[in-house]
């Protein structure tokens, strides 16, 4: 009877330290990785889409890497490019764009570092590697 009860109180320790892991609060670092991923996605699928308006192919290129100081110039630049406000999906992708440098510079100033300076480098995304089984 005892085994049984150590089991019990060890399975239930194990989830409730599953639970509470998956239940802590993102770090600055981790949201802003996401929404960034998340705006390059939905910038690849508006650049891909045959419903939206042609002037989306005019936009600025759109690839962000958190890691690049470049990214806050890149950013700048998107939100305040004029084209293309009669589309919904860009004004949506302008804000989060918006929402994304604030974080950068506000709230997150302090917990990142940049790891390169290279402008280049977010004008020509690199492929990730593919894997081999």
Same mark, same amino acid.
């Given at each position: 009877?005892l085994?049984?009860m150590?089991m019990?109180?060890?399975?239930?320790?194990?989830?409730?330290?599953?639970?509470?892991?998956?239940?802590?609060?993102?770090?600055?670092?981790?949201?802003?990785?996401?929404?960034?991923?998340?705006?390059?996605?939905?910038?690849?699928? +508006?650049?891909?889409s045959?419903?939206? $308006?042609?002037?989306?192919? #005019?936009?600025?290129?759109?690839? &962000?890497? %958190?890691?690049?100081y470049?990214?806050?110039?890149?950013?700048?630049?998107?939100?305040a490019?004029?084209?293309?406000?009669?589309?919904?999906?860009?004004?949506?992708?302008k804000?989060?764009?918006r929402?994304?440098?604030?974080i +950068?510079?506000?709230?997150?100033r302090? $917990?990142?570092?940049?790891? #390169?300076?290279?402008?280049?480098? &977010?004008? %020509?995304p690199?492929?990730?590697?593919?894997?081999?089984?």
């Amino acid at each position: 009877k005892l085994p049984t009860m150590k089991m019990l109180l060890l399975l239930i320790a194990l989830l409730s330290a599953a639970l509470l892991a998956s239940a802590a609060p993102p770090t600055c670092y981790s949201r802003v990785l996401s929404l960034s991923k998340e705006i390059t996605e939905s910038f690849k699928e +508006l650049q891909t889409s045959n419903t939206v $308006d042609s002037c989306v192919q #005019t936009l600025p290129r759109l690839y &962000l890497d %958190i890691h690049n100081y470049c990214v806050l110039a890149k950013l700048r630049e998107f939100v305040a490019y004029p084209g293309c406000d009669r589309v919904v999906e860009v004004n949506e992708l302008k804000e989060k764009a918006r929402s994304l440098y604030t974080i +950068l510079i506000s709230y997150c100033r302090r $917990d990142l570092v940049f790891l #390169t300076d290279d402008c280049n480098a &977010l004008e %020509i995304p690199i492929s990730p590697p593919i894997e081999h089984s």
